[in-house]
């Protein structure tokens, strides 16, 4: 388990889930809309930088999985 900064690679907001990127989780880091930290309807916009622990796990084709993300706006 660990946390790094990272950049989001996908969203999909219909489904509350997408990817970030970031040297510490190579191949990709899966992220549900639960992990997001903030208040009111929670999502990541592509491109933009974020905090994200993550642990080690099997998920959608991944190796990591965000544990808690955290914005850099927020």
Avoid at 38 to 47: D, H, P, Q, S
Wanted: glycine residues 16%.
């Amino acid at each position: 388990m660990g946390q790094t900064m990272g950049t989001v690679r996908e969203w999909h907001g219909e489904l509350g889930w997408g990817v970030l990127d970031s040297p510490d989780t190579p191949g990709g880091c899966w992220v549900y809309w639960s992990t997001i930290e903030g208040t009111g309807f929670r999502a990541l916009t592509v491109g933009a930088t974020v905090e994200f622990g993550w642990e080690l796990a099997q998920q959608d084709g991944y190796s990591f999985r965000a544990t808690r993300v955290y914005p850099r706006d927020e």
